[in-house]
């Protein structure tokens, strides 16, 4: 089981990508349990990267910052932006 939260309103993004059992969510034993392991230290790790890559191509590539807001602000507000 993965676990993300989305901030739309902040334009932020707070992923966890650490493995659980079923109902382990964020703040319960299991979680705790399953973000003490290796598997979970790696997963954070290539979510970190990801994200880190994805900042880097917004803050380099015009066109695709233009996609990436493009599509929050049709996503948040329903409107279409050219």
Known sequence: MFHYTF??????QHPTAIPTEVN???HTPAFAKAAATIEAH???????????????RVL????????????????LFGL???
């Open 42 to 56: 790696n997963a954070c790790l290539d979510v970190s990267k990801a994200l880190a890559a994805t900042g880097v």
């Open 24 to 26: 382990g969510g964020n």
């Open 60 to 75: 380099a590539d015009d066109e695709f910052f233009a996609k990436v807001r493009s599509a929050w602000v049709e996503r």
């Open 80 to 82: 279409t932006v050219l």
């Open 7 to 12: 901030d739309y309103l902040q334009k932020t």
